[in-house]
Antibody
Framework: QAQLVQSGAEVATPGASVRVSCKAP????????LSWVRQAPGQGLEWLGW????????NYAQKFRGRLTLTRDTSTTTVYMELTGLTSDDTALYFC??????????????WGQGTLVIVSS | ETVLTQSPATLSLSPGERATLSCRAS??????LAWYQHKPGQTPRLLIY???NRASGIPARFSGSGSGTVFTLTIRSLEPEDFGIYYC???????????FGQGTRLEI
């Protein structure tokens, strides 16, 4: 059973950055890559972007371009999400999930447990 | 960007009734449409992919239909545990991206 394990909750001040990690099984990391999805309080699900574990290619939702950076560590099959210029609107539960904006595996069938990011002064 | 519009916003039904949830896309997404159930404190659960294929372990009372721009999730004979927020999700060919609908809250 594929399992995605995320890092713990983060508290950040407005204007700062946050980095969240997601460790994936090697097969998921290499064959699917990982997306990031968030849910702000009282809001719906929102896709942020995707990274290929195989070659590091990325695809960012237009809304987050310039503020979002996805990277990966192939030695530990871990992907990282860094979001800069935080505002209170970025307070949300952030999920990594198996699914890609390319090809037929666009749906998210495996999810991390979620990481709460709170932006507060 | 392809926009998904879900209706109704809220659906209040009783156990045993049939639920019909709608998802409309601003442009054709073919059959690249998935449905999720999301309950408070849990991770979203994939129900349907490719418009009509049930994901592993999903009960037969959940079914999906549609193609192009109009899609429907039907829950036949509601169970008390079917409460939650239901989202549709698509992927676009160009530019390659993913979007979710705004969700339908199902109250049992």
């Amino acid at each position: 059973q594929a399992q995605l394990v995320q890092s713990g909750a983060e508290v950040a001040t407005p204007g700062a950055s946050v980095r969240v990690s997601c460790k994936a099984p090697p097969e998921t990391f290499t064959n699917y890559g990982l997306s990031w999805v968030r849910q702000a309080p009282g809001q719906g699900l929102e896709w942020l972007g995707w990274i290929s574990g195989d070659n590091g290619n990325t695809n960012y939702a237009q809304k987050f371009r310039g503020r979002l950076t996805l990277t990966r560590d192939t030695s530990t099959t871990t992907v990282y999400m860094e979001l800069t210029g935080l505002t209170s609107d970025d307070t949300a539960l952030y999920f990594c999930a198996r699914g890609s904006p390319y090809g037929t595996r666009y749906y998210f069938d495996v999810w991390g447990q979620g990481t709460l990011v709170i932006v507060s002064s | 960007e392809t926009v998904l519009t879900q209706s109704p916003a809220t659906l209040s039904l009783s156990p045993g009734e049939r639920a019909t949830l709608s998802c409309r896309a601003s442009q054709s997404v073919g059959r690249f449409l998935a449905w999720y159930q999301h309950k408070p404190g849990q991770t979203p659960r994939l129900l349907i992919y490719d418009a009509s294929n049930r994901a592993s372990g999903i009960p037969a009372r959940f079914s999906g239909s549609g193609s192009g721009t109009v899609f429907t999730l039907t829950i036949r004979s509601l169970e008390p545990e079917d409460f939650g927020i239901y989202y549709c999700q698509q992927r676009s060919n160009w530019p390659p991206s993913i979007t979710f609908g705004q969700g339908t809250r199902l109250e049992i």
